[in-house]
């Protein structure tokens, strides 16, 4: 054992060149404020990347896609003069003029509608005579509807403006998708509106040009201004006005996005046990667990609830979330949890009630937070419930399927980190079989 210091060699390193011990603790402090600072940098402007042409200051993305509509939103320079229009090839070549109107803050919004199912559609928008388009969006499929395997981009933790999110941009615009989601933390360092405009929409400008981005709310998000940039950046369906949680249909697949992040009665109530999200929650997977019409339930949200990450982007997870959500996706039949906040890539394997089942007997949970933050996990531990766990930056592709749910994990140099496929999950309440009965 090591010998302890005596009292008067104590007393005696309470001084270092004069300075009393207040001096000293001050300093270590401000030491580990460095060393904060050191592992959150000030984010720099991504490089390469080339910014929205005078006067626009965002270029138009797709928010809130639909079996009959979509909406372009965008930023331009105070006094513009903003158009847009849209057309549906197939059905008409005439371009159809749409009102421009405030969304949130100094947002533009382009409604574009009505429009098939299914079908592609083509829209513009001009900003003072300088145009931006024409760019290709396809519908969505009725509720219900059966359709080609859906294609989908996962990722997380991404808005750094580095060299690794931009290499994972270009890797993005070598595919083609139905839609994005997004695991939080979208905009580091406190989600500022040029931090949005920057980092983000900037970055995947090409992307979101014609794939719909569906965001879910991280704690970096909303630091500046109480979230206004972030209200101001998105469209979602909200199910309450101001709720930042929601749900959508793509067919057959019901998304659900959790707010895990504001500071909110709404949020606090997840962890609480009660309140209007976990409410809404719990009556929309019982809805779902008995529609025969819903094959696949997808959630995404910043927090995870399984991580064996440590270090310094590891993150004790949050118990009473754990507690709370947990159940919920497990009686449900929620098929695949997603969620980021801790800076690197794993997957679980089925899991109910804490242990590890064969496929198709409970979620599988993958958190996906290498999208381009400036840290990974320092270490990663090992349990039986960890299929696999990487390190590095990355995105998930989804194709989901009749059948299955199939899907990559791209690094940014476009190698496949991992490979998986998810069975469906029929969750505790509409009765499991043999199989997978305890």
Same mark, same amino acid.
């Given at each position: 054992?090591?010998?302890?210091?005596?009292?008067?060699?104590?007393?005696?390193?309470?001084?270092?060149?004069?300075?009393?011990?207040?001096?000293?603790?001050?300093? !270590?402090?401000?030491?580990?404020?460095?060393?904060?600072?050191?592992?959150?940098?000030?984010?720099?402007?991504?490089?390469?990347?080339?910014?929205?042409?005078?006067?626009?200051?965002?270029?138009? /993305?797709?928010?809130?896609?639909?079996?009959?509509?979509?909406?372009?939103?965008?930023?331009?320079?105070?006094?513009?003069?903003?158009?847009?229009?849209?057309?549906?090839?197939?059905?008409?070549?005439?371009?159809?003029?749409?009102?421009?109107?405030?969304?949130?803050?100094?947002?533009?919004?382009?409604?574009?509608? *009505?429009?098939? *199912?299914?079908?592609?559609?083509? /829209?513009?928008?001009?900003?003072?005579?300088?145009?931006?388009?024409?760019?290709?969006?396809?519908?969505?499929?009725? *509720?219900? &509807?059966?359709?080609?395997?859906?294609?989908?981009?996962?990722?997380?933790? +991404?808005? =750094?403006?580095? #060299?690794?999110?931009?290499?994972?941009?270009?890797?993005?615009?070598?595919? %083609?998708?139905?839609?994005?989601?997004?695991?939080?933390?979208?905009?580091?360092?406190?989600?500022?509106?040029?931090?949005?405009?920057?980092?983000?929409?900037?970055?995947?400008?090409?992307? !979101?040009?014609?794939?719909?981005?569906?965001?879910?709310?991280?704690?970096?998000?909303?630091?500046?201004?109480?979230?206004?940039?972030? %209200?101001? #950046?998105?469209? =979602?369906?909200?199910?309450?006005?101001?709720?930042?949680?929601?749900?959508?249909?793509?067919?057959? $697949?019901?998304?659900?996005?959790?707010?895990?992040?504001?500071?909110?009665?709404?949020?606090?109530?997840?962890?609480?046990?009660?309140?209007?999200?976990?409410?809404?929650?719990?009556?929309?997977?019982? %809805? #779902?667990?008995?529609?025969? #019409?819903?094959?696949?339930?997808?959630?995404?949200?910043?927090?995870?609830?399984?991580?064996? &990450?440590?270090?310094? +982007?590891?993150?004790?997870? %949050?118990?009473?979330?754990?507690?709370?959500?947990?159940?919920? !996706?497990?009686?449900?039949?929620?098929?695949?949890?997603?969620?980021?906040?801790?800076?690197?890539?794993?997957?679980?394997?089925?899991?109910?009630?804490?242990?590890?089942?064969?496929?198709?007997?409970?979620?599988?949970?993958?958190?996906?937070?290498?999208?381009?933050? +400036?840290?990974?996990?320092?270490?990663?531990?090992?349990?039986?419930?960890?299929?696999?766990?990487?390190?590095?930056?990355? !995105?998930?592709?989804?194709?989901?399927?009749?059948?299955?749910?199939?899907?990559?994990? $791209?690094?940014?140099?476009?190698?496949?980190?991992?490979?998986?496929?998810?069975?469906?999950?029929?969750?505790? &309440? +509409?009765?499991?079989?043999?199989?997978?009965?305890?």
């Amino acid at each position: 054992m090591r010998p302890r210091m005596p009292l008067t060699r104590f007393r005696q390193a309470g001084r270092i060149r004069g300075r009393s011990r207040v001096h000293v603790l001050a300093i !270590f402090l401000t030491g580990v404020a460095a060393m904060g600072a050191a592992c959150y940098p000030k984010p720099v402007d991504p490089v390469g990347v080339p910014s929205a042409p005078t006067p626009f200051v965002r270029l138009p /993305y797709v928010q809130h896609v639909t079996d009959s509509s979509a909406a372009a939103l965008w930023m331009s320079q105070p006094g513009s003069a903003d158009t847009a229009w849209y057309r549906v090839p197939d059905l008409d070549s005439t371009w159809t003029r749409v009102p421009v109107t405030d969304h949130r803050g100094e947002a533009k919004k382009a409604t574009l509608a *009505p429009l098939p *199912p299914l079908t592609v559609a083509e /829209y513009l928008v001009s900003a003072s005579g300088v145009r931006a388009g024409p760019h290709r969006i396809r519908t969505a499929p009725l *509720p219900g &509807a059966e359709s080609e395997p859906v294609r989908v981009l996962l990722f997380g933790d +991404s808005g =750094w403006g580095g #060299a690794g999110q931009v290499d994972l941009a270009r890797q993005m615009e070598r595919q %083609d998708w139905d839609l994005s989601i997004h695991v939080g933390d979208i905009a580091y360092n406190d989600g500022a509106r040029d931090e949005f405009t920057e980092r983000h929409l900037r970055v995947y400008a090409r992307t !979101f040009a014609s794939t719909p981005f569906y965001p879910s709310v991280g704690n970096h998000d909303v630091r500046a201004d109480a979230g206004r940039s972030y %209200d101001e #950046a998105f469209l =979602w369906p909200e199910p309450f006005p101001g709720a930042r949680y929601f749900s959508f249909r793509w067919g057959r $697949i019901l998304f659900v996005s959790l707010d895990t992040s504001s500071h909110t009665e709404d949020v606090e109530g997840l962890r609480s046990g009660k309140g209007r999200q976990l409410e809404w929650l719990q009556s929309l997977l019982a %809805d #779902a667990a008995a529609d025969s #019409a819903v094959d696949w339930i997808i959630t995404f949200q910043h927090h995870p609830l399984y991580s064996h &990450a440590i270090g310094i +982007s590891g993150h004790d997870l %949050d118990q009473k979330l754990r507690a709370n959500l947990l159940p919920i !996706f497990e009686r449900y039949g929620v098929d695949l949890v997603t969620a980021g906040h801790d800076h690197h890539y794993e997957r679980e394997w089925p899991i109910r009630e804490g242990r590890r089942v064969p496929d198709g007997c409970g979620p599988v949970h993958v958190l996906s937070g290498g999208g381009g933050a +400036s840290r990974y996990a320092r270490d990663i531990t090992n349990t039986v419930l960890l299929a696999t766990a990487q390190r590095a930056y990355q !995105f998930v592709e989804l194709e989901i399927g009749s059948d299955r749910i199939r899907a990559r994990v $791209i690094g940014r140099d476009g190698a496949v980190l991992d490979e998986f496929a998810v069975a469906p999950y029929d969750g505790t &309440a +509409s009765g499991l079989a043999d199989r997978c009965a305890r």
